[in-house]
């Protein structure tokens, strides 16, 4: 089981930057795969994808932040970033972490995939 802390929200204004920090801790072993993920929900609206990075550091976006936001890890894997610049309205959201891990079921040969998400970071673009 991982825990995982979300940082670095805030307010700030149209084009303007913020620095997002997902920190780990506990342990899963993840033999296939490991991915670290930002997803966020605007008010009233359903959760969408964000940003991902790999566990050797293949990263992707959403093609609304592409260019605009970068997502990074530490060596260890322990903590992920994503790096807000260009900030717009449409920006402002609920931002979250996930981890997924992909590995060997307790007790079977067969695979097993397990998400943890962190509590979230509020992040608010004023116009």
């Known amino acids: 089981q991982l825990q995982l802390a979300e940082s670095g929200g805030g307010s700030v204004e149209v084009g303007g930057s913020l620095r997002l920090s997902c920190v780990a801790s506990g342990y899963r072993y993840c033999k296939y795969e490991y991915d670290m993920t930002w997803y966020r929900q605007p008010p009233g609206k359903e959760r969408v994808f964000v940003a991902n990075?790999?566990?050797?550091?293949?990263?992707t976006y959403a093609d609304d932040v592409k260019g605009r936001f970068t997502i990074s890890k530490d060596s260890a894997g322990n903590t992920v970033f994503l790096q807000m610049n260009s900030l717009k309205p449409e920006d402002a959201a609920m931002y979250y972490c996930?981890?997924?891990?992909?590995?060997?079921?307790?007790?079977?040969?067969?695979?097993?995939?397990?998400?943890?998400w962190g509590q979230g970071t509020q992040v608010t673009v004023s116009s």
């Open positions: 990075i790999g566990r050797d550091g293949t990263t």
């Open positions: 996930k981890t997924r891990c992909r590995t060997v079921a307790p007790g079977t040969n067969l695979t097993a995939t397990y998400n943890d």
